[in-house]
């Protein structure tokens, strides 16, 4: 997703005036305070060139590339700034002890030369009811430090609540509020009211692995730091096939995937509470400031506090353009390092899959996707080591149950773009 050195700092030189261009490249610092501050430079000239553009008398077709070459700074610069955040946060994590050094000095033995031992057998054999099974569990420390670099990347997993169980499923009871009530006298009878019915809802789960490699030369020599090495493999996979799933997955062998749940969506019937509602964009094919509007007031204030706007990066870059009434832009950078654009005064989130500006497309969500949306994980990832498929290589067999669904619709809105007439 991300723009490479040199295509950043092409669009940066001739997106902007000499002053500007002069300023830092977005990958050239890790300082968020800097890049933030290269942010506010950047779209302030953005609007300057977009209202020039949108003042000309006929479309200047250099103007319009120069307005899309500053958009796309903006979102590398915002891009930027989440990364050096997430590896601040990542380096702070890394000074926590290890909970059970024995345990992890014993399964790093594990890793060198599949040695195994008492202890690895007696911890794998209390976190699973299935006799037999393959692999043995990582340490808790390791398991921590993959969960929290996933929820930096797979940005469902952020926002989202998060429930760990140690058995085969999870399930929660909705029920239909349907009771009833009514005002009565001192002495006046009391007719039995309406009384509320339960309903189970399923979240089962899915079983996501990885499967790095590496030679057994290279883990005899001790060339390779194995927990960071691995931890680095099974978050980049896990966290892409993850990112699918909550959002599109079709509930086999995954999760059910938030999209789903939309109006007209495979899994619109599966909550006892309906589907998540949709709100029209107001044109056809197009995104519009009325549209994004009417989503964001479309949600319950009981939701407004923590809600987001979700959207992907080409939809962010169409709704920079956007204007009120009074020619204000409804999108606003940020100006303090950690808080979110604004777009209308919502925050923003960018969101990798989210489906792109089209007809009939969910091209925004809008709401408290903690609320929202569940995700369960089984607690321990696994970890087999494979020495014979392969040779000369190891491959590390690593694997995660998890499952996700709606557990509450009334929580999140859609913005569905209109098909043409």
Not at 13 to 23: R, T
Request: hydrophobic share 40%; net charge negative.
């Amino acid at each position: 997703m991300m723009k490479t050195t040199a295509l950043l700092a092409s669009a940066a030189a001739l997106a902007m005036p000499s002053a500007v261009a002069a300023a830092p490249r977005a990958d050239a610092t890790q300082n968020p305070n800097e890049l933030l501050a290269q942010l506010t430079t950047a779209f302030e000239e953005f609007r300057s060139k977009n209202d020039e553009h949108l003042a000309a008398k006929v479309d200047d077709v250099v103007l319009r590339e120069h307005v899309d070459r500053i958009n796309d700074t903006i979102a590398n610069l915002e891009e930027s700034i989440d990364r050096a955040l997430a590896q601040q946060a990542a380096a702070a994590g890394q000074e926590r002890p290890l909970r059970d050094a024995e345990y992890t000095a014993e399964f790093e033995a594990y890793f060198q030369g599949g040695v195994t031992s008492a202890r690895l057998e007696e911890v794998k054999a209390t976190a699973t009811k299935t006799d037999g099974e393959g692999g043995y569990l990582a340490p808790v420390e390791w398991d921590r430090t993959i969960t929290d670099q996933l929820k930096q990347i797979s940005l469902i997993r952020q926002y989202a609540s998060v429930q760990r169980i140690s058995g085969a499923g999870f399930s929660k009871v909705f029920n239909n509020r349907s009771i009833g009530s009514g005002w009565v006298g001192e002495e006046a009878a009391r007719p039995e009211t309406g009384t509320p019915t339960l309903t189970s809802l399923q979240f089962p789960l899915g079983e996501i692995y990885a499967n790095p490699a590496a030679t057994q030369g290279l883990l005899d020599d001790a060339e390779v730091d194995v927990e960071a090495w691995l931890a680095s493999e099974v978050e980049t996979e896990f966290a892409r096939q993850e990112g699918i799933a909550f959002l599109s997955g079709d509930g086999s062998n995954k999760p059910h995937g938030l999209l789903g749940y939309v109006t007209g969506g495979a899994h619109e019937s599966r909550h006892p509470w309906g589907a998540i509602e949709t709100v029209s964009s107001g044109a056809a094919s197009a995104l519009t400031g009325d549209g994004l509007i009417d989503l964001i007031y479309e949600l319950p204030e009981e939701f407004e506090a923590n809600a987001r706007l979700f959207v992907n990066r080409d939809t962010a870059r169409r709704a920079r353009k956007l204007k009120d009434g009074q020619g204000n832009y409804l999108w606003q950078p940020s100006y303090q390092a950690g808080e979110p654009a604004t777009l209308g005064g919502a925050p923003v989130v960018h969101m990798p899959g989210m489906p792109t500006v089209a007809a009939n497309a969910i091209a925004a969500l809008y709401g408290d996707m903690r609320e929202c949306y569940q995700v369960i994980d089984r607690i321990g990832i696994r970890v087999l080591r494979d020495p014979y498929t392969n040779k000369p290589y190891v491959h590390f067999y690593t694997t995660k149950r998890v499952g996700g669904g709606v557990k509450n619709p009334e929580a999140m809105k859609a913005l569905k773009i209109e098909t043409g007439s």
